[in-house]
């Protein structure tokens, strides 16, 4: 890594060797090195370090475009937008500002101050770059129609279509506007599976109806609303609902505000940012919408599922505590994450101490609570335990309840864990039941008698079924794999091990699985060097450890 940086350096360094540097007279060697060192803070994701550096090398960040953009990211990922608007503004007349975020930051700036002429006018000065990327247009025209919308007080006609982000922003309008059609366009949105869950926006049709007095529409809107299957804001709207709480909804959204709407507007395209892994970018326009809506706190779970991916505890932490206790389902949320973290950088066993503790202190858990508590003790191995609260989900909600099926395979799998494989095949049966054709409980029904030497043939049939419907999950493929490997069909079974270690690389069982394969069909190096990868893969448990030395050392023949 020390290589890399210090070749990375280097390469700078030659590259800005130029006669301006050489005749500048502000140009000294400590400026040129944090410049340098925040670059690399700023590839490392140190966004705290790179501003730093930034700030105390601006004579070179006034004079180069690059450093300048980077500059001015840094500030928003550290959600300074305020100060990197005032940076942008006085260097606006400068070439080194001229690149579209720079510009989406004056549009904001005069959004937020009610200035919509002035937006419009910096609006043409953005035009320029939406050839660049497909979203920097659909974030131009959609800002484009929003403005208008809130100058002129009307739906603009002649407009550019983006499918669904179209319908979100018009729904979004009329609901500013308080047309007539509302309730229609929030309809046609909620109702939308084409190819994405827009549940989102239910709670903002539940905050439209209670923002215009209509109580009685809200309580029958939430009657279909089910805690285990529902988004984490719609929960905890319901919730608020439930205990009357209707301040809740006024206090951090309204479709009234402009700010709010452009907040949302620019969560939407953080979001699609994170849905790619685009971390960076989702936190920058994540903190354009914190800025125009810093009531709407709940929105920075978003980010701390970024930081939460890259590894950014310490962010994701400091995050977490603005949710409270008063709001039970993001302050339940926080106390996950935190068992997750804690996870991460302590140990498994002090994570499920944690949560259980936390758990401990809830007078009256819902049946979402109890089911998460329950997949903490299942991925613990705490089989016992999750099978008691499992049970406790179960007796809560109905037996018309779409999520009841996920529930019965949950409680099968631990029943399963425990050897308890009628009691497990019972689960599993009422599960397929309610939904005949779900391939993970019939991957995992068909794995498990494969697994006992049972109904070898019918497990096979199953897993067919599974693998037509998810062609693509690397669990199923490796089970129908190995089904084939136990009926000697070698060749077929080497075809999808092989495409489930190309999907799974990194799965322990996957690459024991191949390397049993490889080893029957003699091919024995591949078999061992396959074996050998289990060994150093951090999920490998020290049991599988042990059978694994002893086929790589005997082969089949003892393990």
Not at 110 to 125: G, R, V
Not at 132 to 141: G, P, S, V
Not at 387 to 400: F, P, Q
Not at 501 to 527: C, F, S, T
Request: proline share 1%; hydrophobic share 35%; glycine share 2%.
């Amino acid at each position: 890594m020390f290589i890399k940086k210090t070749k990375f350096l280097i390469f700078i360094f030659l590259i800005y060797q130029t006669p301006l540097y050489s005749k500048s007279n502000s140009f000294d060697t400590r400026n040129l090195s944090k410049y340098f060192s925040g670059i690399v803070a700023y590839e490392n994701e140190d966004n705290s370090s790179a501003l730093n550096f930034f700030s105390t090398s601006k004579i070179l960040i006034k004079k180069h475009e690059p450093f300048f953009k980077r500059y001015i990211y840094t500030l928003v990922l550290e959600n300074k937008v305020l100060q990197a608007i005032n940076v942008v503004k006085n260097n606006k007349e400068k070439k080194n500002s001229n690149f579209f975020e720079a510009h989406l930051l004056l549009i904001l700036d005069s959004i937020k101050k009610n200035d919509f002429n002035k937006a419009n006018m910096q609006l043409i000065n953005a035009e320029k770059f939406t050839q660049e990327d497909d979203l920097n247009l659909a974030i131009f025209e959609t800002l484009k129609q929003y403005i208008f919308t809130f100058k002129e007080k009307k739906i603009l006609k002649d407009k550019k279509k983006f499918g669904n982000l179209s319908l979100i922003s018009e729904t979004f309008q009329r609901c500013y506007l308080n047309d007539t059609g509302t309730d229609t366009f929030f309809s046609n949105l909620i109702n939308n599976y084409k190819k994405i869950d827009y549940t989102r926006y239910s709670y903002f049709y539940l905050s439209y109806l209670i923002e215009n007095q209509r109580l009685d529409d809200a309580n029958k809107n939430i009657k279909n609303i089910e805690y285990l299957n529902s988004t984490l804001l719609l929960s905890q709207g319901k919730s608020w609902i439930e205990n009357k709480n209707f301040k809740k909804f006024y206090e951090i959204f309204s479709c009234k505000n402009h700010n709010d709407i452009i907040s949302e507007f620019f969560f939407l395209i953080s979001n699609l940012y994170s849905s790619e892994g685009n971390f960076e970018k989702s936190n920058f326009y994540l903190n354009f919408s914190y800025f125009l809506n810093p009531k709407f706190t709940f929105n920075l779970s978003l980010g701390i599922e970024n930081y939460y991916q890259n590894k950014n505890y310490d962010k994701a932490k400091k995050t977490l505590k603005l949710f409270k206790k008063e709001d039970n389902f993001y302050y339940w949320y926080r106390k996950k994450k935190e068992a997750q973290i804690i996870a991460k950088q302590v140990g498994k066993s002090e994570s499920l101490n944690y949560i259980v503790a936390e758990f401990n202190k809830i007078d009256e858990p819902n049946e979402k609570f109890l089911f998460d508590i329950a997949n903490f003790y299942k991925n613990s191995k705490e089989y016992e335990k999750a099978i008691k609260y499992y049970s406790k989900v179960l007796e809560k909600i109905d037996d018309s309840s779409k999520i009841k099926s996920d529930v019965l395979y949950r409680r099968g799998s631990s029943y399963e864990r425990l050897g308890k494989y009628e009691k497990a095949d019972i689960d599993f049966f009422n599960s397929l039941l309610i939904s005949p054709n779900d391939a993970y409980v019939l991957n995992y029904l068909a794995y498990s008698w494969l697994e006992r030497d049972y109904k070898i043939n019918e497990a096979i049939k199953m897993l067919e079924t599974a693998y037509a419907s998810k062609s693509n999950d690397p669990y199923i493929i490796d089970s129908i794999g190995w089904a084939y490997y136990l009926i000697n069909d070698y060749v077929k079974a080497e075809k999808f091990l092989k495409k489930a270690v190309e999907l799974m690389p990194d799965d322990p069982i996957v690459n024991d699985h191949y390397g049993d394969i490889l080893w029957k069909l003699n091919r024995k190096i591949q078999a061992r060097y396959f074996w050998a990868n289990v060994l150093n893969m951090e999920d490998t448990e020290e049991e599988m450890k042990e059978k694994i030395n002893a086929k790589i050392i005997n082969g089949l023949n003892i393990s």
